[in-house]
């Protein structure tokens, strides 16, 4: 079978990356006291699915290490271990590590092997000095590929070692072997292998003592090994439970004319001493779901009745074997390492989905999804905003129309455009993504630094659901950081200055996200100490970035910290500090159209709001006319539209003309001369004045008219033409012309340079 | 309002190129097909502010936004009516910051020619680089001379965000 394997890396390496994010958000919020079962159940699967996986592309690095991780965490769910908080500590940076292996990998990068052996060490320590190991065996100990499964995982190398070390130190378990009925050799390699794989590889501490056994009938369905799956791996990774016995019944095998060799005509019967749970049976049996009937029961050791349980849930009605022996056991060990590598292997795939399927990602894994290509998307999109505009169009045109086809025609095109508006909110939903997504980052980081920094910090997190454009979602991720970061850098006070100001010794730092408007707001409070205005005045003046005798408002004061290389602490980690930070968070969140608020009171936190627009894709926009050209002012910069009287208006010497508007004095800037066209009104009190808002500061734009308001869709101007300053971009209007949307804060900076000019 | 760009009858020879040949007033001038996205008619453009004069404007082009140039300003030559059957040639440029495409404003297209390497003479040294920067070289044709144009040179320095010092020019300090 030579598959080009490589065309499944990329969906392994996707698969596996977020198959570890559900790993570390499981292991965070697993109580050490009392561990949730499915947690840590959880945690294995993934462990087990990624090993599968690896094994199956070659990686033998990480299917190594994700052996022993997997070997540990089999301890744990058994309940046979502990869960500590050191083993927790442990497996989280398990978790880093194989990230950063697989990184390594999917670049084609060498990978950092010490980090990872001496890990691999360490948890192997663990589960070798586990409480009740008794002797333990050479087994765990540093020699992993021993340690290696038959069936399970395997490349070259183990393949050629396990079967022939199993096959050496079987001497106690040939006797065993024999047990079957009829078809003797065939069967006693069968045995042999079993019990061979049992002393190599079983975990120490499962003495000679007679712990009742589990009873499996075992029929394979024709297609099993069709489906890639051998009898001969589950039955070896039923042997590292116990001791196996098995028996095999040929009653269903054909002359040998008409064997068909890629069917599976066994049926066997198997007798497993061990004290496992029934989930430990069932998971050997996992891979072969849907091929195979299994029935599993339980007898005890002292010899009670068999305790019947439920048929496993690998049942499929369907076809009856025909006959034939199937090709199984002595060409097994040469055969059985190679096939059943790629046959168990080719399972892996599913085993992955099966895990990931499992273990829910942040937000509705009950939804079925399909992963999409962002470009499709964005083709999408575009296509779904030139319909739009052929839409507008379209209406524009009916308006004007006359005649006995107009009136159906034109309440045709209402029809059209109210499925348009539709079609386009769900289309922009497309792209929506829940906020969660970036929040899933913050309880690692936080516990990570809170540990770091000595503080008791319980971080809070609601509106995880709430959706926001993928972009957005994608960039408010670093500025959210860098506020939590200080939150708890900054914010939260060590535990005795907490309890000395009378609050408790755990600090709260909660983060929200909830729809507000057309936006979305995302809010990071702490009930920390909160800012200290007179410092933060003090360390400004001395800076001389405010003059000394100025009075600010309170405002004012939490502005300055946005300044660049602003910083009051005391000292700067390498958490924060720098005072790099909170002039890039402002600009970042400008970037995607929001804004930042800032609430604090001494001694008691702070609240930190973002508010974002829901897409960057549209904006709502008020259309003027200047000299016949069509430009869009964005209505979140639109305060106040008024008409002016002359004598309303004053002249500065020199710098300009202002009007008074609710008490403060506004420059006037006249469009026409900004943008250089020949306006239908020179005198202010003909024209419009459009008091708006860029950067801080208002002004008052003069215009010829006012037209509609509409929701315009963006488009770049610096795709194939470039930056201009005072232009955010352009939009398509309805008769296809362009009309170019205005940037306030950009037109504010270049109206005043002309003045100044 | 568009036209699609069909072959002449000159068969392509390996080692050769082809070339749209338009018009402005009484010169004609070549640029490489294969960089004309398409040919349309004349419609009015929307200003950008700033703009060095010979860039007209943006159009709308299925749903990106053009920027258009006015050759025959471009070249110094008289400006003329834009009439019903003044041309737009769409171009594609290569620049530092990738594939842009903008519009050239012509008096009208000619044929598609296939030039021949062998017959290509240098442009005439006008005393100036920057006068001859942008052409490849001059072809007879017929009885015609084309002035082969590098569109990539020619455009290049024109647009914003394609030359660094008017970019700067055009951004706030």
Redesign the interface.
């Known amino acids: 079978m030579d598959l080009d394997l490589a065309q499944f890396h990329d969906t392994f390496f996707e698969e596996s990356f977020e198959a570890l994010d559900s790993m570390e958000a499981a292991l965070l919020k697993l109580d050490v006291g009392a561990p949730n079962p499915e947690g840590v159940n959880t945690v294995f699967r993934v462990a087990h699915s990624i090993k599968g996986g690896a094994g199956m592309f070659g990686f033998k690095d990480v299917a190594s290490f994700t052996h022993t991780l997997e070997t540990l965490l089999d301890e744990l769910r058994s309940g046979r271990m502990q869960v500590t908080t050191h083993i927790s500590d442990q497996l989280l940076i398990s978790v880093d590590v194989l990230r950063s292996m697989m990184s390594s990998v999917q670049r084609k990068e060498p990978v950092d092997m010490q980090k990872v052996a001496d890990l691999q060490f360490d948890l192997e320590q663990i589960v070798a000095n586990k409480p009740g190991a008794g002797a333990p065996s050479g087994a765990p100990a540093g020699s992993s590929s021993a340690a290696v499964a038959p069936g399970a995982v395997v490349d070259a190398n183990s393949a050629g070692v396990a079967p022939g070390a199993a096959v050496e130190a079987s001497s106690t378990s040939a006797a065993s072997g024999g047990a079957p009925a009829g078809g003797g050799p065939l069967v006693a390699g069968l045995g042999d292998f079993a019990g061979g794989g049992a002393a190599a590889a079983s975990a120490p501490g499962k003495g000679a003592v007679s712990v009742g056994h589990w009873a499996i009938e075992f029929r394979a369905l024709p297609e099993l090994l069709l489906r890639g799956n051998d009898p001969l791996a589950i039955f070896c990774s039923l042997a590292e439970l116990g001791t196996v016995q098995a028996a095999a019944n040929l009653d269903a095998v054909p002359r040998l004319r008409q064997i068909d060799a890629e069917r599976c005509y066994l049926t066997w019967t198997l007798r497993l001493e061990s004290s496992c749970s029934r989930e430990q049976v069932d998971a050997a049996f996992e891979w072969a779901a849907g091929d195979c009937e299994v029935s599993v029961e339980r007898v005890e050791a002292s010899g009670a009745p068999p305790v019947s349980v439920a048929t496993s849930p690998v049942t499929t009605p369907t076809p009856e074997p025909a006959a034939v022996a199937a090709p199984m056991p002595t060409p097994a060990p040469a055969a059985a390492a190679p096939t059943a590598a790629p046959a168990a292997l080719a399972h892996g795939p599913e085993a992955p989905k099966a895990a990931g399927g499992e273990a829910p990602k942040g937000g509705g894994s009950e939804h079925s999804s399909i992963r999409v290509s962002i470009e499709k998307i964005d083709e999408l999109i575009n296509t779904v905003g030139e319909l739009v505009i052929t839409q507008a169009m379209l209406s524009e045109l009916g308006r004007k129309l006359e005649g006995p086809v107009a009136e159906p025609f034109r309440s045709g095109l209402n029809q059209l455009e109210r499925n348009m508006r539709e079609l386009q909110e769900s289309v922009m939903r497309v792209r929506m993504l829940p906020i969660s997504f970036t929040f899933s980052r913050f309880p690692r980081m936080v516990r990570d630094l809170a540990q770091r920094l000595g503080k008791q910090i319980e971080l809070k997190m609601t509106g995880e659901h709430t959706e926001l454009d993928k972009t957005v979602l994608e960039k408010i991720g670093d500025p959210l950081v860098h506020l939590v970061r200080n939150s708890v850098d900054h914010g939260i006070e060590p535990a005795e200055k907490r309890i000395a100001a009378g609050k408790s010794a755990v600090g709260v730092v909660h983060l929200d996200a909830c729809h507000r408007g057309g936006n979305i707001a995302v809010e990071i409070r702490d009930d920390g100490g909160g800012l200290d205005k007179s410092r933060i005045l003090a360390k400004a003046k001395s800076r001389g970035l405010v003059g000394a005798n100025d009075v600010l408002s309170d405002e004012q004061i939490h502005e300055l910290i946005f300044l660049p290389g602003f910083s009051t602490a005391e000292k700067t980690t390498d958490v924060s500090g720098r005072g790099v930070g909170m002039d890039v968070v402002r600009r970042n969140v400008k970037e995607l159209g929001g804004k930042i608020e800032i609430h604090s009171e001494l001694g008691k936190g702070s609240r930190f709001i973002i508010t974002l627009p829901l897409t960057l894709a549209i904006v709502d926009g008020q259309s003027v006319s200047v000299g016949g050209e069509t430009y869009i002012v964005p209505l979140t910069s639109i305060i106040e539209s008024l008409q002016l009287q002359s004598q309303m208006v004053n002249k500065l010497s020199g710098r300009g003309e202002v009007f008074s508007f609710r008490g403060d004095y506004l420059p006037i800037v006249r469009l026409y001369e900004v943008f250089g066209v020949t306006p239908k009104a020179r005198a202010l009190h003909e024209g419009l004045i459009v008091v708006a808002e860029g950067d801080g500061r208002r002004v008052g734009l003069f215009v010829d008219e006012l037209l509609g308001q509409q929701q315009v869709v963006i488009k770049s101007m610096e795709a194939n033409y470039g930056p201009i300053d005072g232009v955010a971009g352009a939009t398509i209007l309805g008769d296809g012309s362009v009309a170019l949307i205005l940037d306030l804060a950009g037109l504010i900076r270049v109206a005043s340079r002309r003045v100044a000019a | 309002m568009t036209t699609n760009v069909s072959t002449t009858q000159d068969v392509a020879v390996p080692g050769s190129q082809q070339v749209l040949t338009f018009v402005l007033g009484s010169e004609t001038y070549g640029v490489d097909i294969l960089r004309v996205q398409e040919i349309r008619g004349w419609s009015?453009?929307?200003?950008?502010?700033?703009a060095p004069p010979q860039v007209l404007?943006?159009?709308?082009l299925?749903?990106?936004?053009?920027?258009i140039v006015d050759m025959r300003m471009q070249f110094n030559l008289e400006r003329a009516e834009y009439t019903a059957i003044t041309v737009i040639i769409v171009l594609s440029v290569q620049s530092r910051a990738g594939r842009?495409?903008?519009g050239v404003v012509v008096d009208g297209v000619s044929d598609v020619v296939t030039v021949n390497e062998a017959q290509v003479k240098p442009a005439p040294d006008l005393g100036s680089r920057a006068a001859t920067e942008h052409i490849r070289g001059l072809m007879p044709v017929a009885d015609r001379m084309v002035v082969l144009l590098d569109i990539d040179r020619l455009i290049g320095g024109q647009?914003?965000?394609?030359n660094e010092e008017s970019?700067h020019a055009?951004?706030?300090?």
């Open positions: 009015t453009v929307t200003k950008i502010p700033h404007g943006v159009l709308n299925r749903g990106s936004i053009v920027p842009r495409d903008f647009l914003p965000g394609m970019a055009a951004v706030a300090a």
